[in-house]
């Protein structure tokens, strides 16, 4: 697969400073500070109500927030969440239901593709449908009736069409059976050896081992706790921090 973005591997893609994600006047994220390198992923892990999906929706700007926040250089803290995209950040939400349910897989692909020149469509859908043959398989049926793994990989293809510098995946795991995790972990992989930068947040911590090379718990809005991929062996280490 060739690169999805221009990024060189091991350089500084997104630098994230003082993240603040809030609802109306509660705070429930504050001082959130980290980059990200192409080529990497970092993943937020922590437990129900710790903030991961407000974190990352303010990443993305659809959560109201505030920090600096650089794509290659670049200050998209104050832009609104299209421009964010266009900026370089694909974002693809827990929820399930990302996709257009009564259009067909390859329409909905080729929506995410819409934004690219039309020079560059073409080879870009070769590449997702090289990363899920699934859904080159399943190319002519409606959305609407693929299983729950099979909608989360269309939405992540959808994502994946606009050439991301970073892809934010907030759960991508829940509720999927245990065989889709392999395919999941395999285009994790091959995503990051292109030099893409993938921010995760995972509650699951034995998956959240297998794809990522560094983690931060947060706990309460607030880091706890940071570290490489070794600690996401011994999961028993974290406890304490995960738990807050």
């Known amino acids: 697969m060739n690169a999805t973005n221009s990024a060189a591997k091991g350089s ?13 006047r509660i705070t429930v994220v504050e001082g959130v500070d980290f980059d990200l390198q192409a080529g990497e992923m970092l993943a937020v892990l922590g437990p129900n109500g710790a903030g991961k999906s407000s974190m990352l929706g303010a990443i993305a700007g659809i959560v109201s927030g505030s920090g600096e926040i650089t794509v290659k250089g670049a200050n998209i803290g104050n832009m609104s969440a299209n421009k964010r995209a266009s900026q370089g950040i694909a974002f693809v939400p827990e929820r399930r239901g990302n996709i ?14 819409r934004l690219l020149p039309v020079q560059e469509r073409e080879a870009q859908r070769d590449l997702i449908l090289g990363l899920f043959p699934i859904l080159k398989q399943r190319g002519d049926a409606m ?17 994946l069409g606009r050439k991301p510098q970073v892809l934010v995946l ?3 795991t829940q509720g999927l059976a245990p065989m889709v995790f392999d395919i999941l972990e395999n285009v994790f992989g091959v995503l990051k050896r ?4 993938l921010l995760l947040a995972e509650q699951n911590v034995p998956f959240a081992a297998r794809v990522a090379d560094r983690y931060m718990i947060l706990s309460q809005g607030q880091i706890m706790r940071s570290g490489g991929k070794d600690d996401l ?3 028993e280490e974290l406890a304490e921090a995960f738990l807050g």
Do not use: H, W
């Not at 959305?143 to 994502?159: K, N, R, T, W, Y």
């Not at 292109?194 to 930068?197: F, P, T, V």
């Open 194 to 197: 292109s030099g893409l930068a």
């Open 170 to 172: 907030d759960e991508p």
């Open 143 to 159: 959305a609407g009736v693929l299983s729950g793994g099979e909608q989360q990989m269309l939405a992540i293809a959808m994502a």
């Open 100 to 113: 257009f349910p009564t259009m067909s897989v390859e329409e909905n692909i080729d929506l995410g593709l």
């Open 233 to 235: 062996k011994n999961p």
């Open 12 to 24: 500084v893609v997104m630098t994230c400073r003082g993240i603040v994600a809030r609802y109306s």
